[in-house]
Nanobody, 115 residues
């Protein structure tokens, strides 16, 4: 059974930083992309950042230059480093993995940025 577990969320002041780790367990058949999404109240879930198996990265325009996605293949984990946080970054953040065998989501971690 595949399980994704996020951590690292919390309350931070505007301008601060947080790092969100995501750890995956279980057998995943041929994953090709790992990412982070977020959903604020009343909004749809949106892509924040993604990294492919080849190492290519993609970011939402709103976070470019502030957020960085990275991965540790040995630990089957990936991370979202968030700097210069803004109040509008407040949301539940979900990690995601896309694979030939399916798509998987974590349970979400709350990030709240106070202005």
């Amino acid at each position: 059974q595949v399980q994704l577990v996020e951590s690292g969320g919390g309350l931070v002041q505007a301008g601060g930083s947080l790092r969100l780790p995501c750890a995956a367990s279980g057998w995943i058949f041929r994953s090709y992309a790992r990412g982070w999404y977020r959903q604020a109240p009343g909004n749809q879930r949106e892509l924040v950042a993604a990294i492919t198996s080849g190492g290519e990265t993609n970011y939402a325009d709103s976070v470019k230059g502030r957020f960085t996605i990275s991965r540790d293949n040995a630990k089957n984990a990936w991370y979202l480093q968030m700097n210069s946080l803004k109040a509008e970054d407040t949301a539940v953040y979900y990690c995601n993995i896309k694979a030939v065998g399916g798509e998987y989501w974590g349970q979400g971690t709350q990030v709240t940025v106070s202005s």
